[in-house]
């Protein structure tokens, strides 16, 4: 810490940037490389098909539901590189955007919640909750 | 088939390391900035500008700060400044929910809109959404919170 504070802010800068970009790349590329192989094999038309009734609600494809739940269980990055890997209008990234943006990486957040001393379940299913309707009113208005 | 899959693959790589390029160009000044910002202390002189928020959202004067680091720098730094001001026994566990119904809805609001803005999202519907919730939603946990709070002592609380 002593080491970063002396440092200048545009090194430091620069060095987040370069870990965003890593910690990006490191999820993104083998992701769009893995939906990419399962589009070809037809697992993902299948998966999509099944999704197809609930996503359609918002105004999402199938294969929109697997953003969803990696945005958010694992992170917006993940979300990204399926947003990156699958046909949408720009109507339907605005969706899952707003609706990744509000509710994502439910762990790895709840538990820098829980450190500030609240409960971390309430404010999980708070954002799941508000994300979903987020996701319909955006799908109507927009 | 074998040939079709490597294909795939490709396919797949490419469009991920064409989205990384675009991204690039976004998150590396960003950071900069950001980082600047925190050099310079801005977040605090902002801070200052936001005092009437405190009111607005029935939160204490001291909510204002961890409030406006976490929309602007993220979560994690945010609470970092919760945990600091709770140590210091500056915030009460009321101030603290608020603050985590807020930055749970709406944090890193650069960061985040913006990489999803290059993915082809929508700028404003992002910023609106994501501030007038997590407003809405701050407001009725302090609703809710004072009728919780009156509920034993006076059976006249209105809707």
Not at chain 2, 13 to 29: A, D, Q, R, W
Not at chain 2, 60 to 82: D, E, N, R, T, W
Request: aromatic share 8%; glycine share 8%.
């Amino acid at each position: 810490m002593s080491v970063e504070a002396i440092q200048n802010p545009w090194v430091r800068g620069l060095k987040n940037g370069i870990n965003t970009v890593w910690e990006l790349a490191k999820v993104v590329i083998p992701l769009t490389i893995l939906i990419s192989v399962l589009k070809e094999t037809g697992l993902l038309g299948t998966l999509a098909g099944k999704m197809e009734p609930l996503m359609s609600l918002l105004g999402l494809p199938g294969e929109a539901a697997l953003a969803l739940v990696v945005g958010y269980f694992v992170n917006i990055y993940s979300a990204i590189a399926v947003i990156l890997a699958i046909e949408l209008t720009a109507k339907q990234v605005t969706i899952i955007a707003v609706m990744i943006t509000i509710c994502h990486g439910l762990f790895l957040e709840g538990a820098i919640t829980q450190k500030t001393g609240v409960k971390a379940f309430p404010l999980a299913l708070m954002r799941v909750v508000v994300s979903i309707l987020a996701g319909l009113v955006v799908n109507w208005l927009y | 088939m074998g040939i079709d899959l490597f294909e795939a693959a490709w396919d797949g790589f490419v469009s991920g390391v064409h989205g990384l390029k675009n991204i690039v160009i976004i998150v590396m000044p960003l950071m900069v900035a950001i980082e600047l910002a925190k050099d310079k202390g801005i977040m605090e002189r902002i801070t200052a500008k936001f005092d009437a928020l405190a009111g607005f959202l029935k939160i204490s004067q001291k909510a204002v700060l961890p409030l406006v680091v976490g929309v602007g720098i993220g979560f994690s730094y945010g609470s970092g400044v919760i945990i600091q001001s709770a140590r210091e026994g500056e915030l009460t566990l009321k101030d603290r929910y608020a603050i985590n119904i807020f930055l749970s809805i709406c944090h890193s609001i650069f960061e985040d809109t913006l990489l999803l803005v290059v993915m082809g999202a929508s700028l404003s519907w992002l910023l609106a959404s994501r501030l007038i919730l997590a407003v809405a939603a701050t407001l009725l946990y302090g609703r809710l919170f004072v009728r919780l709070e009156k509920e034993p002592h006076s059976s006249t609380t209105t809707l």
